[in-house]
T-cell receptor, first 114, second 107 residues
Framework: DSGVTQTPKHLITATGQRVTLRCSPRSGDLSVYWYQQSLDQGLQFLIQYYNGEERAKGNILERFSAQQFPDLHSELNLSSLELGDSALYFC?????????????FGPGTRLTVL | KNEVEQSPQNLTAQEGEFITINCSYSVGISALHWLQQHPGGGIVSLFMLSSGKKKHGRLIATINIQEKHSSLHITASHPRDSAVYICAVGSQGNLIFGKGTKLSVKP
């Protein structure tokens, strides 16, 4: 158990809908990262927050947004969902920047868009 | 060309064999991570290194910064080592991932 929790575990929804994925980092970790893993693209970095502030942005679509709250949990919002958004979404946390710190992954949320 | 290349893509070994997985990268990095993804999907961080060599149990990771290359070795492989091993480099505040190496260890 990494200490990082993600909810829900599975999510099935329809095209055009909006969903929210939730992540609670390990106790003491200030950085939260969101990743998308699809069969054809592999793991891709979406966005990072550090202590409530956006720190780095990767291949995140405009339809997607995230935020980190004062209690350090984070939410990833996916809207106007398309079939291609079906993927595993991982959250990870670290004490500081991942470039210098070990990262701990949550169990992931499997999103299926029908 | 991908910024992080792993080889081989797939690897089948017999229990007890010594295994090497390679990772080459083309960007400047601050650290390199080796991750293990279990068949169920969970991801575990194995190593983070920026120079030299690290060892944890039967796993050894090395990095050569000048050659932009890292290797992950598994000694005395076991069927429970069967997983996807992913190399990721820390660059400009985020991680860039390789496509992974799928390892299957037969008893």
């Amino acid at each position: 158990d990494s200490g990082v929790t993600q909810t829900p575990k599975h999510l099935i929804t329809a095209t055009g809908q909006r969903v929210t994925l939730r992540c609670s980092p390990r106790s003491g970790d200030l950085s939260v990262y969101w990743y998308q893993q699809s069969l054809d693209q592999g793991l891709q970095f979406l966005i990072q927050y550090y202590n409530g502030e956006e720190r780095a942005k990767g291949n995140i679509l405009e339809r997607f947004s995230a935020q980190q709250f004062p209690d350090l949990h984070s939410e990833l919002n996916l809207s106007s969902l398309e079939l291609g958004d079906s993927a595993l979404y991982f959250c990870a946390s670290s004490v500081g920047q991942v470039t210098y710190n070990e990262q701990f992954f949550g169990p992931g949320t499997r999103l299926t868009v029908l | 060309k991908n910024e992080v290349e792993q080889s081989p893509q797939n690897l089948t070994a017999q229990e007890g064999e010594f295994i090497t997985i390679n990772c080459s990268y083309s960007v400047g990095i601050s650290a390199l991570h080796w991750l293990q993804q279990h068949p169920g999907g969970g991801i575990v961080s194995l190593f983070m290194l920026s120079s030299g060599k690290k060892k944890h149990g039967r796993l050894i990771a090395t990095i050569n910064i000048q050659e932009k290359h890292s290797s992950l070795h598994i000694t005395a492989s076991h069927p429970r080592d069967s997983a996807v091993y992913i190399c990721a480099v820390g660059s400009q505040g985020n991680l860039i991932f390789g496509k992974g190496t799928k390892l299957s260890v037969k008893p």
